[in-house]
């Protein structure tokens, strides 16, 4: 079946402008989850979704990253005002559940933003 | 916090050799371990899941172990191939209400030669 999509797969983008990265998960997987991949860094965790509960968002860097999960399934993670260190690589990924035993997370492709 | 150390950093083998990779983490009341790998500009693909409660976990030519008590999973490739090259990821799950929350090592690039 279809894996985790994201779009778009490049983003470049100016200093200061607000950027929206979408992730559709894979079907019927209630858990959703963002991550950051920096050069130097790896990869850290930024906010997690669990069907209608509140999301976890204790990773997200600052107020100025957001994210939504509208219906249950596709996810936008928003940044407003980019910064130079915002440039990385955003992976989402989805699991059956979260606290469960199905809670093998499965990756998209990733979006890699680019912020001049 | 868990914190999770992968060494070697880089690893270079000929083709048909075993390896092990290895893991260590700090918080021994981890909830699951996960192994991924991630080929360059790709994302990430799981290969094996141990849940806390599993010692190890077996898929083709890999085999995941974990023990708690020492803080250590190691990912055992058999009879490696060149299409075995990519970065080796492991990843923790938190103990307590956060285990979906992953925490990652920096992996190890592995690289097979033919």
């Known amino acids: 079946g279809a894996g985790v999509s994201q779009s778009p797969s490049n983003k470049v983008t100016e200093k200061g402008k607000d950027v929206e990265l979408r992730c559709d998960p894979i079907?019927?997987?209630?858990?959703l989850y963002w991550y950051r991949q920096s050069l130097g860094q790896g990869l850290e965790f930024l906010i997690y979704?669990?069907?209608?509960?509140?999301?976890?968002k204790s990773g997200l860097p600052s107020d100025r990253f957001s994210a939504e999960r509208t219906g249950g399934s596709v996810s936008t993670l928003t940044i407003q005002r980019t910064q130079q260190e915002d440039s990385a690589v955003y992976l989402c990924?989805?699991?059956?559940?979260?606290?469960?035993?199905?809670?093998?997370?499965?990756f998209g492709p990733g979006t890699r933003l680019t912020v001049l | 916090k868990q914190e999770v150390t992968q060494i070697p950093a880089a690893l270079s083998v000929p083709e048909g050799e075993n390896l092990v990779l290895n893991c260590s983490f700090t918080?021994?009341?981890?909830?699951?371990l996960q192994w991924f790998r991630q080929d360059p500009g790709k994302g990430l693909t799981s290969l094996l899941l141990?849940?806390?409660?599993?010692r190890e976990q077996t898929s083709g030519r890999l085999n995941a172990s974990l023990d708690k008590s020492s803080g250590r999973s190691t990912l055992y490739i058999a009879a490696s191939q060149p299409g075995d090259s990519a970065t080796y990821l492991c990843?923790?799950?938190?103990?307590?209400?956060?285990?979906?929350?992953?925490?990652f090592g920096k992996g190890t690039l592995l690289t097979v030669n033919p």
């Open positions: 990924a989805s699991s059956l559940a979260g606290r469960t035993l199905y809670n093998e997370q499965f």
């Open positions: 979704f669990q069907g209608n509960s509140a999301p976890d």
């Open positions: 141990i849940q806390s409660s599993q």
């Open positions: 079907s019927g997987h209630t858990a």
């Open positions: 990843a923790g799950g938190g103990s307590g209400g956060s285990n979906y929350k992953l925490t």
């Open positions: 918080d021994s009341a981890i909830y699951n």
